[in-house]
């Protein structure tokens, strides 16, 4: 069974920070590996979606890399804003599955003024 | 990117009840959605996948009875949960698959129930 594990739980950090969201997966046989954002009692909002012959993929201040092998992912996100403030949730898809997705746990962060 | 609406977006009720969600693509015909269900501070669990004109396929420990999903058309399907209690309190997201694009979920806004 896929298990997906997001660290650190919880992440407050100063307006302007770069930091790093890290994924890990059990199972590495998977089809592609997504980010999302969700805003506290909203749904959800993709923001990175890697294939599993991709190593990374970038969108304005964020970069998303993928080591299938090792199992891991991390997000990237450049010159935080108060504005990122929001739960972050990468969900991976295993190959043959469907489109089912399994969700980590996922990261709240909080950007400071 | 494609819209998926859910309806309502919150709901109240009471114990023994049962309480009716839609989910609905807007400008894709969706041949399979998903139903998922997120507790307070914890990640999604998918429920059920829904698909058009055939039975939902039910995640282990999901009681299909209980949580009855009807797929009737390519852009509608329902999510009723039967004799509600307060601890099927929880939020509710849908998700509908884009069949042009096989990998592309697209996620509703979600449905908060609150069962007293």
């Known amino acids: 069974k896929q298990e997906v594990t997001q660290i650190p739980a919880a992440l407050s950090v100063p307006e302007g920070e770069n930091l790093v969201l890290n994924c890990s997966f059990t199972d590495s046989a998977i089809y592609n590996l997504q980010w999302f954002r969700q805003d506290p009692g909203k749904g959800l909002t993709s923001l990175l979606l890697?294939?599993?012959?991709?190593r990374e993929q970038t969108s304005g201040r964020l970069n998303a890399s993928l080591d299938k092998s090792s199992g891991r992912s991390t997000l990237y996100i450049a010159a935080s804003q108060p504005g990122d403030s929001a739960t972050y949730l990468c969900a991976v898809r295993l190959t043959g599955t469907a489109s089912k997705l399994t969700f980590g746990t996922g990261t709240r962060l909080q950007v400071t003024l | 990117g494609a819209v998926v609406s859910q309806h309502p977006s919150w709901v109240i009720c009471k114990s023994g009840t049962s309480v009716k969600i839609e989910c609905r693509s807007l400008d894709f015909q969706a041949t399979t959605m998903f139903w998922y269900r997120q507790f307070p501070k914890q990640s999604l669990m998918l429920m059920a996948t829904s698909n058009e004109g055939s039975k939902a396929t039910y995640e282990q420990g999901v009681e299909k009875d209980k949580f009855l999903i009807n797929h009737a058309s390519l852009t509608l399907s329902t999510l009723t949960v039967t004799s509600a209690h307060p601890e099927d309190s929880s939020f509710y997201i849908c998700?509908?698959?884009?069949?042009?694009?096989?990998?592309?979920?697209?996620f509703g806004p979600g449905t908060r129930l609150l069962v007293l």
């Open positions: 890697i294939q599993s012959s991709q």
């Open positions: 998700s509908a698959r884009d069949p042009t694009s096989k990998e592309t979920q697209y």
